[in-house]
């Protein structure tokens, strides 16, 4: 096991940049065995324990003062089961890793979010999701789980076993790092297919008008609606028997990185020094994309590198509820002297069974609002939550929210049996941090 970084200079950073942590000292275990001696090892010391993916969270949810444990040594495809259609992977592995090895592998996960940076462990912990009107979030597709808890024992679950094994499973798939250190995961995998998107500017009052049907005719609907515009872009994602026609020619390089990437990072440079420039950007940019379809494997569709930094706060809200919460949320940007220059990004995910996922026993949209990172983000951030939280909004856990537990336990039926299972699993709250007391109680 290697162990890195001082007091001194080992202080860690999120993707963000909003947050910063100070572990008192960081190990890269190599194998189960080394992750549960490092853990054994914290508690005789008296000190805290966090595991950190690639610090994708906009939230102080992976920052520890303890002992910080990093996902590096622990990647890798343990086993592909064509029989049972899943794959068990070490939990540090980076999604891209996993999407590149199924994809050779002629398989691929079913849904997934719109980068794949992250670690499958850190994906999973927070309830990372894409946009699906059957397929759930990342985590909803995991069959099995490992983890080593408070104690440095390993333990297995899936939805099969004792009773307690069940409970573990219905929690830890979204654990929030509460429960135990993570080591494997299984997915659920089935083989690769073509999925062929269409994206389509449209004005935002018939992409609201028209939603129900927009998200009943097609497998992955999304939307993005540019602030201080009445302008939106949709993007429709359906399997296809093909042939491929990926974006990764001279007109998707063009649109891809130059406009997505390239010129949207001039765009956010100009607004935050000159933020009354930025409606009349904002009319610009979200003109600047035409119509285009193209057609490929699920990761290439899905998936898209993100170089311009932001802060992001993402709510679900129940998907009947869309309309309204974002009439509303346009309403506010409008009346305020908000300037906002990122659009804000709207998805779906089907109900599902896991305890504190945003989408726990409710068919959800999700509404997600950025600012460019270093731009003041907190009176919008504010003015909208005000209007999710109306609208029994559950924040995403890796995405800047002020929520707490006292709003959760209202917010989430099943919030008791998550508290109680961590009671049981770590009564000593080895695992727990600042973020943590706050969204769970002490
Ligand atoms: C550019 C960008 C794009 C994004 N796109 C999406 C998107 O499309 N959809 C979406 O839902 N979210 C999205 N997110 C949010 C992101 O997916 C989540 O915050 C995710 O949790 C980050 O994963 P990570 O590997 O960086 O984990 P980290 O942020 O490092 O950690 C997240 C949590 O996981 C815990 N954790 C990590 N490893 C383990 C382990 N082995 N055992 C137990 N707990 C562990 C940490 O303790 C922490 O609590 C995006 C974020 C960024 C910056």
């Known amino acids: 096991m290697s162990t890195t970084a001082s007091a001194k200079n080992g202080t860690w950073r999120n993707w963000g940049g909003n947050v910063a942590a100070r572990p008192a000292r960081q190990v890269e275990p190599a194998s189960v065995e080394e992750l549960a001696a490092a853990v054994r090892k914290a508690a005789e010391d008296g000190l805290k324990v966090k595991a950190v993916g690639t610090g994708h969270s906009f939230t102080s949810i992976a920052a ?15 086993d592909i089961d064509r029989d049972a259609m899943t794959v068990t992977v070490e939990a540090g592995t980076p999604l891209k890793r996993l999407n590149a090895v199924l994809a050779r592998e002629g398989l691929s996960l079913t ?15 927070t309830g990372t999701h894409g946009t699906g009107r059957e397929s759930a979030s990342i985590a909803a597709q995991i069959k099995a789980l490992e983890l080593v808890t408070a104690d440095g024992s390993v333990l297995s679950c899936s939805e099969k076993g004792t009773e307690e094994e069940r409970a573990v499973f219905a929690a830890a798939r979204i654990g929030l790092g509460a429960l135990g250190i993570v080591t494997a995961i299984t997915f659920a995998v089935e083989p690769l297919f073509l999925l062929t998107a269409r994206e389509e500017p449209m004005p935002f009052e018939r992409v609201l008008a028209e939603f129900d049907q927009l998200w009943a005719e097609n497998e992955h609907f999304e939307f993005y609606w ?83 930094r932001f802060v992001e706060m993402e709510y679900a809200v129940p998907r009947a509820a869309l309309a309204d919460t974002l009439r509303e949320l346009k309403a506010m940007v409008d009346r305020s002297g908000l300037r906002v220059s990122f659009p804000v990004e709207v998805r779906t995910a ?5 305890t504190l996922s945003t989408a726990s026993g409710r068919d959800s949209a999700y509404i997600a609002v950025h600012m460019f990172r270093g731009t003041p983000y907190q009176a919008y951030f504010t003015a909208a939550e005000r209007i999710f939280t109306a609208h029994e909004g559950r924040p995403h856990w890796g995405k800047v929210h002020t929520r707490d537990a006292e709003y959760f336990a209202g917010a989430y039926p099943r919030f008791g049996e998550f508290t109680a299972l961590r009671d049981r699993l770590d009564p000593e709250r ?7 007391r706050r969204v769970l109680g002490a």
Request: hydrophobic share 40%; no cysteine; glycine share 8%.
């Open 430 to 436: 080895l695992f727990q941090n600042d973020y943590l």
């Open 64 to 78: 520890t003062d303890g002992v910080l444990i990093r996902p590096q040594l622990l990647t890798g495809i343990r």
């Open 111 to 125: 849904n997934m979010g719109d980068i794949m940076e992250q670690t499958v462990s850190g994906a999973t912990s």
């Open 226 to 308: 540019f602030p201080h515009t009445g302008n939106t872009n949709t993007k429709r994602n359906n399997r296809s028997a093909g042939p491929e026609q990926p974006v990764g020619q001279l007109a998707g390089w063009f649109e891809d990185e130059f406009l997505s990437n390239g010129v949207f990072q001039v765009a956010q440079w100009v607004g935050r020094a000159a933020p009354a420039a930025i409606p009349a950007i904002a009319q610009v940019s979200s003109k600047a994309l035409s119509a285009r379809t193209y057609t490929d494997i699920p990761y290439k569709v899905f998936t898209s590198p993100r170089r311009v």
């Open 350 to 354: 089907p109900a599902d069974d896991i």
